[in-house]
């Protein structure tokens, strides 16, 4: 495992391309595209100002730089880095701004979420969208870029839009059943629209593409409901994470729960699931325990909205063979269920509480961060806890994974650090994986 | 003891045997008198009254006064003793009755006892299920208290994010009509433009269209092709994952199948045979069911019917195993099981003997048959060589034609009468066979009567068989019959008992446990 130097960035902002060749930073509001592999800076661009947000366009020939206090979206081209492209919102302000999938749409979202204006790159066309709902994920495309779906909000009533991509054309409008509409998501192969209702009432609908209701689950009433959902890469599975620190998984055949998994503070039985632990010695090894394992619990204030409870983070493996879940009010434990057998494969726990963990697009490995300067990898083979090399102590903030699994975009306050996976065959590695 | 007693034991002896106190006439003669008065004057002295007479009156004088006075006083004596006995009479009465009376509160207040303990015992019943009537309200109130309080938690959570949500949204509102108002301020306002160097093409390279309706329609039917194309990969697999799991039950069921057929020789006390002809027949008919699969409703019930018909076959056949296994290792059955295992060996030699023995039947049979086949077709071709040969030799002169024509009729005569004989011949093969078969059926049957009946005890008694089973019982030797039957088949003939039992009944008529059956 090699890692490069640090570098800086501002915001967070750290991209991979799609393509995986280039590596796109922010410095304040100078973009700075480097080669992924040498990190040689290519191409250095100046935006207007601080720069917010930044994305790269599907076909990694285009980067968009948002600064939405100035209400301002600059597009630089990878090509012709002469080529400019300004959009100035005016005074109606900007919220949000991001690409469409076919690379030459831009969708920004107004001020108060007035409306959404889609520009586009190739010709004068200007489209409006009104109504769009402010809340925590309003709009999603499908995978393959075909279909966008928005959710819309008119007359206290929620409704969701479906747009082909190609030309903006309204496919369908539908009102929903939900009493607010949190959020909504295409399922892996395009055919089904997940849309859950916020915390309050706990319901996801299923939508087919064609805007037929397919199903509506809802697992209890009255306490706090969902706060995070995931597909399977398959769309076989529709993982729900709730307050109630549960996950229920949902089948794509009947739409019906076929298991939860629960996220108890004693786990006492199974002498298949390891506990993986990170010890605060000077020299941190990585731990296994035997059943019956004790959980760290932080009680969360009730009190409060939105309170430190629940899953809020699911993600599956690239083959859909794990899940991976945390639990608010267990936040330095991340619990990996195996999705064949339908139980807990393992639970890793951290010194701090995870801040951020991704699967390796490719394999079964999952890359996990906790604001130290220690970078965790888990899988089926073993795990592993690396430091990360720095004089400045490098606190891993954020992490995501380069799309071939080789490399890891490691992210901290104000800098960044690129992690080099070895590309031999990890089986056969027995020095670095501990079982 | 009564002074006549001690006057007759000690002074009187011309007394006569008289002991009753109240014949006082031979007491005083005029012989005894002198006795009589000291004896009197002792008497009356002993009982504390003066003296009769004192030596100063005179030796044989009484003083009358004295004993007048005496009189008087024994009659005042007695008087007081009359009224003691009446007060006594009097008191023993009231006693008497006071007993009664007392006897009688007595029982009534036992009877109230035994009320007042019989109502106190219903009563502490009754306080018994009130308080645990008062138990289960208190934890129904206290599950009550838990849900108010759950519920009381959900409403706060509730209360807590809407209020959040109130002040993010008037958070909101009054940016917005800031915003409005700097607006409404604002002189210049600047409008939204979008600045490019130049337009760049679409990813696809293709030019952007006009949105019509063929496109709509373009459109939508994109969106039916999706749909469907995803239906479709889906149906693919459930139809794989079914043809799959189907190949599965069948290789389950043919394993139950052998294996229920396999536990046959095994079992010793419970063997019915109609299960196993039953699995038989089933399986045939299936397996030819098997060709007609998918789609057809009927067969894919009947498969998972028979799977799980036979499943439970099994598991009931484990289960015995089980209690079995249990019997023999709790070790009282030891004896009696041991003895079936060696006479259950040699029933199985004694079977296999009869088994190799029909066999060779069969076969001399069907030699027998085979020759009788044969030796016509052979005196056919000898017939038919003899027309031929001569025709093919010489060209033959009238006479010789004559005579070989004659030849030529009698051999044909021959040959059809032994194309008759063949005929009958065929015909008594088919009958043959049938009655092979008969003798077959009479044969599984026999040996059904036998797993199910046999004891190691012979009886002379032999029931009535049908023709086939006497045939089978003259060719072999009549061996030890089942002596003592079940009671519930002993009713009808036995064979065509065991026929028409249905499964069920084997089952049923065994006896619970084995030590019964070797008696």
């Known amino acids: 495992m090699n890692f490069s130097e640090i570098f800086k960035q501002s915001n967070q902002l750290c991209r991979i391309s799609p393509d995986g060749r280039y590596l796109a930073t922010c410095v304040q509001y100078r973009l700075v595209v480097r080669d992924v592999n040498s990190l040689q800076i290519l191409h250095l661009y100046t935006c207007l100002d601080q720069i917010v947000h930044m994305e790269w366009s599907s076909d990694s020939l285009f980067i968009l730089c948002a600064m939405y206090k100035r209400g301002l979206v600059q597009v630089w081209s990878l090509e012709q880095p002469d080529w400019h492209c300004k959009i100035d919102e005016g005074s109606i302000g900007l919220v949000s701004s991001r690409w469409s999938p076919d690379g030459r749409h831009i969708l920004n979202t107004t001020e108060f979420h007035l409306r959404v204006t889609v520009w586009s790159l190739c010709t004068k066309a200007v489209s409006y969208i009104k109504y769009p709902k402010a809340c925590q994920k309003g709009i999603d495309f499908s995978r393959d870029g075909s279909y966008m779906a928005l959710a819309e909000r008119r007359d206290c009533k929620d409704y969701v839009s479906v747009f082909v991509c190609e030309d903006w054309h309204l496919l369908r409008h539908f009102e929903t059943e939900t009493q607010d509409l949190a959020g909504l998501e295409w399922s892996p192969n395009g055919c089904v629209l997940a849309v859950w209702d916020s915390c309050l009432e706990y319901k996801v609908l299923l939508y087919s593409l064609d805007g037929r209701l397919l199903s509506s689950f809802s697992a209890y009433e009255w306490s706090l409901g969902i706060k995070s959902l995931a597909w399977s890469p398959s769309s076989q599975f529709l993982a729900i994470g709730s307050f109630d620190e549960k996950v229920r998984i949902l089948n794509h055949i009947t739409w019906k729960k076929i298991t939860e998994f629960e996220h108890p503070a004693t786990i006492c039985s199974p002498k298949t699931v390891r506990l993986h632990i990170i010890t605060r010695n000077v020299c941190p090894t990585d731990e296994i325990s035997q059943p019956p394992f004790q959980i760290p619990v932080v009680k969360p204030d009730l009190d409060r909205a939105n309170p430190k409870v629940g899953v809020s983070s699911l993600a599956f493996s690239a083959d859909g063979r794990y899940l991976a879940t945390k639990n608010d009010n267990m936040a330095s434990v991340v619990w990996v269920w195996n999705m064949q057998k339908m139980s807990l494969e393992a639970v890793l726990e951290q010194t701090a509480a995870v801040r951020c963990f991704q699967w390796d697009p490719r394999r079964p490995r999952l890359a996990l961060c906790t604001g130290t300067p220690r970078l965790y990898l888990w899988s089926p083979a073993g795990s592993v806890s690396v430091q990360v090399p720095s004089e400045g102590g490098f606190q891993v903030h954020a992490l995501s994974w380069h799309s071939n699994g080789d490399s890891l975009v490691l992210i901290g306050k104000e800098h960044l650090c690129l992690c080099y996976m070895d590309t031999e065959d990890k089986s056969t590695d027995s020095n670095i994986w501990t079982k | ?519």
């Not at chain 2, 001690?6 to 012989?31: I, W, Y």
């Not at chain 2, 009282?332 to 029909?358: N, S, Y």
């Not at chain 2, 040996?447 to 068989?465: A, V, Y």
């Not at chain 2, 060719?475 to 036995?494: A, I, K």
Request: with cysteine.
């Open chain 2, 1 to 519: 003891m009564s002074p006549l007693g001690h006057f007759s034991q000690s002074e009187a002896p011309s007394l006569s045997g008289h002991r009753s106190p109240f014949v006082l006439t031979s007491f005083c003669t005029e012989d005894n008198v002198l006795e009589c008065r000291s004896y009197i004057n002792q008497e009356v002295s002993s009982l504390g009254l003066r003296a009769v007479w004192t030596p100063t009156d005179g030796p044989a004088e009484l003083n009358v006064v004295a004993v007048l006075n005496s009189l008087y006083e024994l009659i005042q004596l007695h008087r007081q003793g009359l009224r003691a006995l009446d007060d006594m009479e009097v008191e023993r009465q009231r006693s008497a009755s006071n007993t009664e009376l007392l006897q009688l509160s007595n029982t009534r207040l036992k009877g109230q006892l035994e009320l007042s303990k019989r109502e106190n015992t219903s009563l502490l019943e009754k306080e018994r299920q009130l308080q645990l009537k008062v138990k289960n309200l208190q934890s129904c109130l206290k599950n009550e208290k838990e849900e108010v309080q759950r519920l009381q938690n959900i409403i706060a959570s509730r209360a807590s994010q809407y209020n959040h949500d109130m002040k993010r949204k008037e958070r909101e509102f009054g940016k917005l009509k800031e915003r409005l108002n700097q607006l409404l301020v604002d002189k210049k306002e600047k409008k939204q433009a979008m600045e490019v160097l130049n337009y760049v093409e679409r990813a696809d390279g293709k030019r952007s269209m006009w949105k019509t309706g063929r496109t709509e329609a373009r459109h939508e039917g994109e969106v039916y092709r999706t749909l469907l194309s995803d239906y479709d990969a889906r149906q693919r697999e459930l139809v794989l994952e079914n043809s799959e799991q189907r190949k599965v039950l069948q290789q389950m069921k043919r394993d139950m199948v052998s294996l229920l057929r396999g536990s046959k020789p095994a079992r010793r006390e419970e063997t019915p045979g109609d299960p196993q002809t039953q699995v038989r027949g089933e399986g045939d008919s299936e397996d030819s069911e098997e060709v007609f699969e998918s789609s057809c409703v009927d067969a894919r019930e009947k498969l998972t019917n028979s799977i799980r018909l036979k499943w439970r076959k099994l598991k009931s056949h484990m289960e015995r195993l089980d209690s079995q296994a249990s019997l023999v290792q709790a070790g009282e059955g030891a004896e009696p099981d041991a003895v079936p295992l060696e006479t259950h060996g040699q029933e199985m030699e004694r079977l296999k003997l009869e088994i190799q023995q029909c066999k060779d039947f069969i076969h001399s049979q069907q030699q027998l048959l085979q020759q009788r086949l044969t030796s016509p077709c052979e005196e056919e071709e000898a017939a038919a060589i003899p027309p031929g040969s001569p025709m093919q030799g010489e060209g033959g002169r009238p006479g010789e034609r004559g005579r070989l024509g004659e030849d030529w009729r009698a051999l044909e005569e021959q040959r059809t009468h032994f194309e008759k004989e063949r005929k009958t011949f065929t015909e008594a093969a088919i009958r043959l066979s049938h009655e092979r078969m008969m003798f077959e059926e009479d044969r599984a049957t026999w040996l059904k009567h036998q797993f199910l009946h046999w004891t190691p005890f012979t009886d002379q008694n032999q029931p009535e068989m049908t023709e086939g089973e006497q045939e089978a019982a003259s060719v072999f030797s009549p061996e030890c019959l089942p002596g003592s039957p079940s009671p519930e088949t002993s009713s009808s003939p036995r064979c065509q008992a065991l026929q028409t039992q249905s499964t069920a009944d084997p089952y049923r008529s065994l006896p619970p446990s084995p030590e019964s059956r070797y008696r």
